[in-house]
């Protein structure tokens, strides 16, 4: 769960200062990290009612030994969680949690961390899984949900058909679970996805060496059917 309004990435004041003015070396850059507890109240309480669909347990990831903004976070984090008493939190620094979820990913359940932070998790986190085009994200906590895969477009191989489509995918699943409340239907789309993988079909990014690369098209394909069969069996077990 990634802040996506505050942080770095809208704080001010910002500026480059001295720009086009005296020797080179002259100038200086402004960012501004800030934080209101009202952004980090709403931020938390969507991780722990999150988690209590999981596996009821938070992480809080700040750098509250060094950031004011991380100190407030942790505190009103904190104060949200005891609303949530059968929800495990805890809290690390976002060094020790980059490590972490590198070393250990499985360990991890529901991970609250701010705007600047959770763009830098989050990619780490395709990189253990193999892949940016793994990644579904969900832009959620408002009375409309935006679905779509972490990477974003891709125009240098629009038309190609060698972009992986299992991130579009998985946040259709994202789609279904959180928009659409059928958590029955989203698990149906992510065994699709695990099946295709488990069965070897791979997009050119994910390829190894002697392994067949399939085209977005034909891992669509796969997925479809394999969604398509399992609503068949599904529509007979229930007549």
Not at 104 to 110: H, I, L, N, Q, Y
Request: with cysteine; hydrophobic share 40%; charged share 25%.
């Amino acid at each position: 769960m990634r802040e996506l309004l505050g942080g770095l990435y809208f704080g001010q004041p910002r500026s480059i200062e001295g720009e086009g003015e005296g020797a080179p070396g002259a100038r200086q850059a402004i960012n501004t990290m800030r934080y209101n507890e009202p952004e980090v109240e709403r931020i938390a309480r969507i991780a722990f009612q999150l988690a209590r669909t999981r596996r009821r347990r938070v992480l809080s990831v700040d750098k509250s030994n060094v950031l004011e903004c991380s100190r407030l976070w942790r505190e009103v984090v904190t104060r949200v969680g005891r609303e949530f008493s059968d929800v495990q939190l805890s809290h690390m620094y976002v060094d020790s949690a980059a490590m972490t979820l590198v070393l250990k990913p499985t360990e991890f359940d529901v991970i609250l961390t701010e705007n600047m932070f959770g763009d830098i998790l989050s990619d780490l986190a395709g990189g253990v899984v193999g892949s940016l085009g793994l990644l579904a994200s969900a832009s959620i906590g408002g009375p409309v949900g935006l679905y779509e895969p972490v990477h974003g477009s891709a125009p240098d191989i629009a038309g190609k058909g060698i972009a992986n489509p299992l991130g579009a995918i998985l946040s259709v699943a994202l789609m279904l679970r959180h928009t659409f409340h059928l958590p029955r239907e989203a698990e149906c789309v992510e065994a699709g996805v695990i099946a295709i993988l488990m069965g070897g079909f791979r997009t050119r990014d994910l390829v190894r060496r002697g392994e067949r690369t399939v085209s977005t098209e034909e891992m669509g394909a796969q997925i479809a059917e394999f969604v398509r069969l399992a609503a068949n069996t599904n529509n007979r077990a229930a007549s």
